[in-house]
């Protein structure tokens, strides 16, 4: 049975809009009810499947490391899905999470961003993984996202990815098993916090990474 989600006067599935031809964002945006998470690519509605406790706390944990990071440092703003990034008529990702940074906070509309993140996470699930790291991989290096997370909470791995002229070039960790972010000055962190159970604690995660940047 397909998914129905409400529209003024009628019920419509996602189903439905796609066999209808490709789906403009426009249209998309409306006919997906709010707090649905879904991705608009290539003119296809593509709607994620429940996602398993691990995944949920990965997003939720660096939702919070990276926004109360960014809100010290004054960076700019972190989201998370359902928020709908808008890159062109037929292109409407809902990234797990995202970052904006201060100077292009206007990219942030009323009703959802006009425009590419500079970094984009995407928490790899059973269903998501080819599009994660299929066309995704392939959408946010063409439309400029300056960088990409993947963390692979069914594998135990994270990836950072820089984009370099529309293509992605891998960071790697340093010395320390560090992974440096350039969109973040200063932030870091271990792939193996990823694979703990339970997460490193926010506050303490945050002290030490705060501590490093204030004794400079």
């Given at each position: 049975?397909?998914?129905?989600?409400?529209?003024?006067?009628k019920k419509?599935?996602i189903?439905?809009?796609?066999?209808?031809?490709?789906v403009?964002?426009?249209k998309?945006?409306?006919?997906?009810?709010?707090?649905?998470?879904?991705?608009?690519?290539?003119?296809?509605?593509?709607?994620?499947?429940?996602?398993?406790?691990?995944?949920?706390?990965?997003?939720s944990?660096?939702d919070?490391?990276?926004?109360?990071?960014?809100?010290?440092?004054?960076?700019g703003?972190?989201?998370?899905a359902?928020?709908?990034?808008?890159?062109s008529?037929?292109?409407?990702?809902?990234?797990?999470?995202?970052?904006i940074?201060?100077?292009?906070?206007?990219?942030?509309?009323?009703?959802?961003?006009?425009g590419?993140?500079?970094?984009?996470?995407?928490?790899?699930?059973?269903s998501?993984?080819?599009?994660?790291?299929?066309?995704?991989?392939?959408?946010?290096?063409?439309?400029?996202?300056?960088?990409y997370?993947?963390?692979d909470?069914?594998?135990?791995?994270v990836?950072?990815?820089?984009?370099?002229e529309?293509?992605?070039?891998e960071?790697?960790?340093?010395?320390?098993?560090?992974l440096?972010?350039?969109v973040?000055?200063?932030?870091?962190?271990?792939?193996?916090w990823f694979?703990?159970?339970?997460?490193?604690?926010?506050?303490?995660?945050?002290q030490?990474?705060l501590g490093?940047?204030?004794r400079?």
């Amino acid at each position: 049975m397909p998914y129905l989600v409400k529209k003024p006067g009628k019920k419509q599935s996602i189903k439905c809009a796609n066999a209808e031809g490709p789906v403009t964002f426009e249209k998309f945006y409306d006919i997906v009810e709010e707090n649905v998470k879904a991705n608009l690519l290539d003119g296809r509605i593509i709607r994620d499947s429940p996602a398993i406790p691990k995944h949920g706390r990965i997003v939720s944990w660096c939702d919070k490391v990276l926004g109360l990071f960014a809100e010290e440092l004054d960076l700019g703003e972190v989201f998370v899905a359902t928020t709908t990034v808008r890159l062109s008529k037929y292109q409407g990702p809902e990234p797990d999470v995202f970052f904006i940074r201060k100077k292009r906070l206007g990219i942030i509309g009323e009703k959802y961003i006009e425009g590419p993140p500079d970094l984009c996470i995407e928490v790899i699930s059973k269903s998501s993984r080819k599009i994660d790291r299929g066309r995704k991989f392939v959408l946010y290096a063409e439309h400029g996202v300056r960088e990409y997370w993947i963390i692979d909470p069914l594998r135990n791995t994270v990836e950072f990815y820089a984009n370099q002229e529309g293509e992605w070039v891998e960071i790697k960790p340093d010395q320390q098993g560090r992974l440096y972010p350039k969109v973040l000055p200063g932030f870091w962190l271990k792939p193996e916090w990823f694979a703990a159970f339970p997460l490193p604690p926010v506050k303490k995660t945050l002290q030490t990474i705060l501590g490093e940047i204030f004794r400079l």
